[in-house]
Nanobody, 120 residues
Framework: QVQLVESGGGLVQAGGSLRLSCAAS????????MGWFRQAPGKERMFVAR????????AYASSVKGRFTISTDNAKNTVYLQMNSLKPEDTAVYYC?????????????WGQGTQVTVSS
């Protein structure tokens, strides 16, 4: 099992920045990639960004590309999401997810989520 704990959410004005963190523990050796998703009230959970453990490969949703940056610190088993130029439509609960490469399972593990609220 892998446990994921997100932190860093909060209330920010439009145009501001936040950095989310996702700390992984447990069988982290089985994790080769992690991602961020978000879910706004009344909407489906949506992909935001993804990164491989090496940090060599990243992917972003078109709605956040150029504003958000995903990164990883393998020594700390932590993935970050730097969010700049935030917009009210970025308001959502942000979730961290991790693959289990040994099981061949994409986004096998999920964190509890952290709330991000962007005021206009």
């Amino acid at each position: 099992q892998v446990q994921l704990v997100e932190s860093g959410g909060g209330l920010v004005q439009a145009g501001g920045s936040l950095r989310l963190s996702c700390a992984a523990s447990g069988r982290t050796f089985s994790v080769d990639a992690m991602g961020w998703f978000r879910q706004a009230p009344g909407k489906e959970r949506m992909f935001v960004a993804r990164i491989t453990r090496s940090g060599g490969n990243t992917a972003y949703a078109s709605s956040v590309k150029g504003r958000f940056t995903i990164s990883t610190d393998n020594a700390k088993n932590t993935v970050y999401l730097q969010m700049n130029s935030l917009k009210p439509e970025d308001t959502a609960v942000y979730y961290c997810a991790a693959d289990d490469t040994k099981l061949g399972a994409t986004y096998r593990y999920w964190g509890q989520g952290t709330q991000v609220t962007v005021s206009s």
